[in-house]
C-alpha cells in the first residue's frame, strides 16, 4: 500500500444524537461552532458555511450509550494557537460546562470534555512541528501524557471569550475505541495507507504527511466488544479531504489491491469504506 495522500485533512465529521435541539445549543453556545442551518432531522455547523464542520443527525429512538462499545473515544477540534485556545477554554468554563481532564502531550496541549449525550470531545493546539520530539530513527512521534500548564495557557488571553470558536479552528483528528487494536492499525495503515506514528499500551496513532495523529485508536474499554446499536448516540461518519481528484483516483486504485474491503463510489464522487469495526469513512477531493 502506497501512503495515503500528504494533504488529507478531516473535512467533517457526524453524530447521532439523541435530542437534536439540545445538541445543536451546546455545540453552539459551548463550543462556539457557528450554527449553518436545521433542517428535518439534521443541523450543520461550523465556521466555515459551505463546508460544515460538523453535522447532528437525530435518532428516532434513542437508547443510552454504551461505554464499553466500540465507536467514538472523542473528536478533536485544533484551534490555530494557544490564545484561541485559551478563548474557547473560557467560554466552555463560563458556560458552566465541566472539562474532564487536561494533559500535555509534548505535540500538543489538550483539554477534554463530553457532550450532552456523553460523546468525548477534545479542544487542543499543536506545538510547532520542530517542537515535537521524534523517534530515535526520525520516524513517529514522542507522544506524551504531562499535566498541563493551564494557568500558562489562560495567560495567552486575558479577553472576554467570543460567542465562537476561531474561524481557522477544524477537526485535528478523531480517536475511536476498537475491539482490536493491532487489526484496526491494520486497516487503517496497511489498506488505506496511513502512517503510524506512536503507540501506547492498547493504543496507536496513525496519520497522513506526518501528523502527530489524524487518526487515534484504542482498546481500553472496548477490547472484544461490538458496535453501539444504531438507536446509541455515537459517530456516523468521518469524512476525509485528499488534495485533489489524481489522489482520490490512486487511493481507489490501491483499493484494488485489498478485495476484502472493497470501496463504493457514491453518486457526489465520495469513496466510502467501513473499518473493521464498522466504522464509515468517506474519501472526497475538492
Not at 435541539?21 to 428535518?40: C, E, H, M, N, T
Not at 432531522?41 to 437508547?63: F, K, M
Not at 489538550?110 to 520530539?133: C, H, K, M, N, T
Not at 457526489?268 to 469504506?273: F, P
Request: charged share 20%; aromatic share 6%; no cysteine.
Amino acid at each position: 500500500m502506497n501512503p495515503i495522500d500528504p494533504a488529507l485533512r478531516i473535512r467533517s465529521v457526524e453524530l447521532g444524537v439523541s435530542d437534536l435541539a439540545r445538541s445543536a445549543d451546546f455545540y453552539q453556545r459551548v463550543l462556539g461552532l457557528p450554527l449553518i442551518a436545521v433542517k428535518g432531522d439534521s443541523a450543520r455547523l461550523g465556521p466555515d458555511r459551505e463546508n460544515p464542520a460538523l453535522v447532528l443527525t437525530a435518532i428516532a429512538r434513542p437508547t443510552p450509550l454504551t461505554p464499553r462499545s466500540t465507536g467514538l473515544y472523542h473528536v478533536a477540534w485544533l484551534h490555530p494557537s494557544r490564545a484561541t485556545l485559551a478563548a474557547s477554554v473560557r467560554r466552555v468554563a463560563g458556560e458552566g460546562w465541566r472539562f474532564e481532564g487536561a494533559s500535555d502531550h509534548g505535540v500538543s496541549e489538550a483539554l477534554y470534555l463530553s457532550d450532552p449525550d456523553g460523546l468525548g470531545i477534545e479542544i487542543y493546539v499543536d506545538r510547532p512541528r520542530e517542537q515535537w520530539q521524534r523517534g530515535p530513527d526520525g520516524r513517529g512521534v514522542d507522544m506524551l501524557t504531562l499535566p498541563l500548564d493551564l494557568d500558562d495557557l489562560l495567560a495567552q488571553s486575558s479577553e472576554p471569550p467570543t460567542d465562537a470558536i476561531d474561524p481557522a479552528s477544524s477537526v485535528g483528528h478523531v480517536h475511536l475505541k476498537v475491539a482490536d487494536v493491532p487489526r484496526a492499525a491494520a486497516f487503517y495503515g496497511g489498506t488505506l495507507g496511513f502512517e503510524e506514528q506512536a503507540t501506547l499500551p492498547s493504543a496507536a496513532f496513525l496519520s497522513a504527511g506526518g501528523y502527530h495523529h489524524h487518526v487515534g485508536m484504542n482498546s481500553w474499554q472496548s477490547e472484544g466488544a461490538s458496535a453501539a446499536a444504531d438507536s446509541a448516540p455515537g459517530l456516523r461518519l468521518v469524512e476525509f479531504e485528499l488534495g485533489g481528484p489524481d489522489a482520490l483516483e490512486a487511493l481507489e486504485r490501491d483499493f484494488a489491491d485489498e478485495p476484502s474491503t472493497p470501496p463504493v463510489r457514491g453518486e457526489d464522487g465520495a469513496l466510502s469504506v467501513r473499518d473493521p469495526d464498522g466504522q464509515l469513512l468517506a474519501f472526497t477531493s475538492p
